[in-house]
């Protein structure tokens, strides 16, 4: 457990109806910065609790330093206890379909009236238009907004490894949170924020388009590209493993030749320039491929690491956890997993006064703070026993 810090968003109360990446991303990083978040469950629990495969380690990774409140909100008796909560907020977030929070009461003008300097951030599949009704997932917007086409070779359309638009959304989502609190200091009104996945998206395929706009030409699969830079590649080397090396500048070519021993190559007229050499990847880069192909990947690290050249071992994810740099520089932090068996987490990748935002509070168990906060809202011990005998709660 890191050492408490006093962090940016310390006072502020979050109230969580979110469930899968894209909210909880949000609500994790406003907890991690300091914010209270109260994550409101369902009595059987988020679904991401029980996922198996590429979710298993959904819940565990971004439900740190929350609260869980076990309720049934579709009794009268629970949405009450979630408004009483909401009135003494900052922050509602929610990333249901729409219309859902409305039939539950929970609608931005709702709260609004209740709270006037509430923040409602809604994270959908689309901003408002002609798709918002649409059911998204990260696959969806990838493939409908150029994202999976650009990662995939030419006719294999391919989803990123991750799921970037769920994350990112949730980080616009707080970026959104954040601008809207600030503003709040100088009106002394809450608002709506509103982050989707489709725009998120496009956000990220923007320079493609962009591309597109300046030189007339569509942009090429990331596969097939025609690349920027000269060397810019995976190399297989001694013993078929693999390594990411590039030379991106004139300067960085002439240290890499330097390096090797390439003479021949530095002084060839035809790669004089990065464009040259760009225009001659056909015939240069088998070239380079079989000069380095001798060499351990070890050994052109070494290389490259001591020119100030680029490379990049290629890494499985579960090889991160052994990752000295990680290690040595605290981007990992103890995490109890649900089953009580020991891990580490990637943390916020950013500093604060050079310290990282740290794992507070494990994810919370289903309902762990369920009777506490309610004794907060005014709940005697009475009346919390009778709504976890009606089923109303769950502690």
């Given at each position: 457990?890191?050492?408490?810090?006093?962090?940016?968003?310390?006072?502020?109360?979050?109230?969580?109806?979110?469930h899968?990446?894209?909210g909880?991303s949000c609500?994790?990083?406003?907890?991690?910065?300091?914010?209270e978040?109260i994550?409101?469950?369902p009595?059987?629990?988020?679904?991401t609790?029980?996922?198996?495969g590429?979710g298993a380690?959904?819940?565990s990774?971004f439900?740190?330093n929350?609260?869980?409140?076990?309720?049934?909100?579709?009794?009268?008796r629970?949405?009450?206890?979630?408004?009483?909560?909401?009135a003494?907020?900052?922050?509602?977030?929610?990333?249901?379909?729409?219309?859902?929070?409305?039939r539950?009461g929970f609608g931005?003008a709702?709260?609004?009236?209740?709270?006037?300097r509430?923040?409602?951030?809604s994270?959908?599949?689309?901003?408002?238009?002609?798709?918002?009704q649409?059911?998204?997932?990260?696959?969806?917007?990838?493939?409908?907004?150029?994202?999976a086409?650009?990662?995939?070779?030419?006719?294999?359309?391919?989803r990123?490894?991750?799921?970037?638009n769920?994350?990112?959304?949730?980080?616009?989502?707080?970026?959104?949170?954040m601008?809207a609190?600030?503003?709040?200091?100088?009106?002394?009104?809450?608002q709506?924020?509103?982050s989707a996945?489709f725009?998120?998206?496009?956000?990220?395929?923007a320079?493609?388009?962009?591309?597109?706009a300046?030189?007339?030409?569509?942009?090429?699969?990331m596969?097939?590209r025609?690349?920027?830079?000269?060397?810019?590649?995976?190399?297989?080397?001694?013993?078929?493993?693999q390594i990411?090396?590039?030379?991106?500048s004139?300067?960085?070519?002439?240290?890499?030749?330097?390096?090797?021993?390439?003479?021949?190559?530095?002084?060839?007229?035809?790669?004089?320039?990065?464009?040259?050499?760009?225009n001659?990847?056909?015939?240069?880069?088998?070239?380079?491929r079989?000069?380095?192909?001798d060499?351990?990947?070890?050994?052109?690290?070494a290389?490259?690491?001591?020119?100030?050249?680029?490379?990049?071992?290629?890494?499985?994810?579960?090889?991160?956890?052994?990752?000295?740099?990680?290690?040595?520089?605290?981007?990992?932090?103890?995490?109890?997993?649900?089953?009580g068996?020991?891990?580490r987490?990637?943390?916020?990748?950013l500093?604060?006064?050079?310290?990282?935002?740290g794992?507070?509070?494990?994810?919370?168990?289903l309902?762990?703070?369920?009777?506490?906060?309610l004794?907060?809202a005014?709940?005697?011990?009475?009346?919390?026993?009778?709504?976890?005998?009606?089923?109303?709660?769950?502690?």
């Open positions: 457990m890191n050492k408490p810090q006093a962090l940016p968003l310390q006072g502020i109360r979050v109230i969580e109806f979110t899968m990446v894209m909880p609500g994790m990083i406003l907890a991690d910065l300091g914010a978040v994550k409101v469950e009595l059987a629990g988020d679904n609790r029980k996922l198996l590429s380690g959904f819940f990774m439900n740190r929350k609260q869980s409140l076990a309720v049934d909100v579709k009794d009268p629970g949405r009450e206890i979630v408004l009483k909560l909401v003494g907020a900052d922050v509602f977030s929610e990333n249901f379909k729409p219309g859902t929070m409305d539950l931005p709702a709260l609004a009236t209740l709270n006037p509430l923040i409602h951030v994270h959908k599949g689309f901003l408002p238009g002609p798709y918002e649409r059911t998204a997932l990260d696959e969806v917007v990838q493939m409908m907004g150029g994202l086409y650009m990662t995939g070779p030419e006719g294999r359309p391919l990123a490894g991750t799921s970037v769920d994350i990112m959304g949730g980080m616009f989502g707080a970026i959104g949170a601008a609190l600030a503003q709040r200091e100088k009106s002394g009104r809450g709506e924020v509103q996945l725009e998120n998206n496009v956000f990220l395929v320079q493609h388009m962009m591309q597109f300046v030189t007339g030409k569509p942009a090429a699969p596969p097939g025609i690349s920027a830079w000269a060397v810019y590649d995976v190399f297989t080397v001694k013993d078929g493993e990411f090396l590039a030379a991106v004139d300067t960085q070519w002439a240290l890499f030749c330097d390096a090797f021993g390439f003479g021949d190559l530095k002084a060839d007229p035809r790669l004089k320039t990065n464009n040259d050499r760009v001659s990847r056909d015939w240069m880069m088998p070239i380079l079989s000069r380095l192909a060499h351990t990947a070890a050994e052109l690290s290389v490259f690491e001591k020119n100030g050249l680029p490379f990049a071992p290629i890494t499985q994810p579960e090889d991160l956890f052994d990752d000295p740099h990680l290690n040595a520089t605290g981007g990992l932090a103890p995490l109890t997993l649900p089953d068996r020991e891990t987490v990637p943390l916020l990748p500093t604060l006064d050079g310290e990282r935002p794992v507070r509070s494990q994810p919370p168990r309902g762990e703070h369920t009777r506490e906060l004794a907060q005014g709940y005697s011990a009475q009346d919390i026993d009778a709504l976890l005998s009606a089923d109303i709660i769950r502690c």
